[in-house]
C-alpha cells in the first residue's frame, strides 16, 4: 500500500519544541496540551514580527534534526517498509526545510524515504533557492494516490477527503480536538494504533481485490 504519513507531529514532536521556543523566546508559557488551535500565532499569543522569528527559527536545519520522534514513530515506520509498504511523507513544510528534514531522516535511520512537500496551508513561498525541491500544488496533489494517510492539520485533513479510496487517520493532537469526523476517518493516540489500522485496511484491501 502507498501510506502517507504528514512530518510535523505525526512524525516527530514539533508543537512540543515550538512551545519551548516561544517561552525562551518571548516567554509564553502554552504548554502543547494547551495549544488549542493549529494556528500557532494565535495559540502563543505573538505579534506578526514574533511569528515569523518562531517559524524562521523553526525552519531552520539544526532546529528540524534535533526534533524528537513521536513515540514509536522510527520503529512503525521501520516495520511497514519492512512488510512492503511505501512510506511517502507529505509535508506542508516549505522545501527549504529539505536539508534539516532529510538530516532527521538520516539520524532516525530512515535515510531514503521519499519526501513530498505539498502546499497544504496556500502559504508556499515564491522565493525558493535553486536547490530546494518542488513544492506540489493542490491541483498536482490531487493526482496523487494514497491507500492510507496520518495527519493532525484540521486543514490538511479537509484536503485528505478528496483524494478517492483513502482511509484517512486524524493522529490525536490538542489542536485537533474539535475536528468532526468525517465518513471513513478514524482517530488514534498512537504509532501502535496506526500499525494496526494499516494492518486491518491491508487485509480489507487484499480481501476485495481477491473478490474481483
Ligand atoms: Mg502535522
Not at 479510496?165 to 488514534?188: D, K, S, T
Request: charged share 25%.
Amino acid at each position: 500500500m502507498r501510506i502517507y504519513i504528514d512530518f510535523d507531529d505525526v512524525l516527530c514532536e514539533t508543537a512540543r519544541a515550538l512551545s519551548h521556543a516561544a517561552k525562551k523566546l518571548f516567554q509564553r508559557n502554552v504548554p502543547y496540551e494547551q495549544i488549542k488551535v493549529f494556528d500557532l500565532q494565535h495559540a502563543f499569543m505573538l505579534s506578526s514580527d514574533e511569528i515569523d522569528q518562531l517559524m524562521g527559527l523553526a525552519h531552520q536545519p539544526g532546529f528540524l534534526a534535533q526534533l524528537e520522534p513521536a513515540p514509536g514513530a522510527i520503529e512503525a515506520v521501520t516495520e511497514l517498509q519492512s512488510a512492503g509498504h511505501e512510506v511517502i511523507i507529505v509535508t506542508g513544510r516549505p522545501s527549504d526545510c529539505h536539508v534539516g528534514s532529510v538530516a532527521w531522516l538520516d539520524n532516525h535511520g530512515l535515510e531514503g524515504v521519499e519526501i513530498i512537500y505539498v502546499d497544504k496551508y496556500g502559504r508556499a513561498p515564491n522565493d525558493l533557492p535553486a536547490w530546494a525541491p518542488q513544492i506540489l500544488t493542490l491541483e498536482q496533489f490531487y493526482k496523487l494516490r494514497f491507500d492510507v494517510a496520518i495527519d493532525d492539520a484540521p486543514t490538511a485533513l479537509d484536503l485528505l477527503t478528496e483524494l478517492a479510496g483513502c482511509r484517512i487517520v486524524i493522529f490525536n493532537r490538542p489542536w485537533n480536538a474539535e475536528y468532526q469526523l468525517q465518513p471513513g476517518m478514524r482517530r488514534c493516540d498512537s504509532w501502535s494504533e496506526i500499525s494496526e489500522i494499516i494492518r486491518h485496511t491491508e487485509t480489507r484491501t487484499s480481501c476485495a481485490g481477491n473478490r474481483m
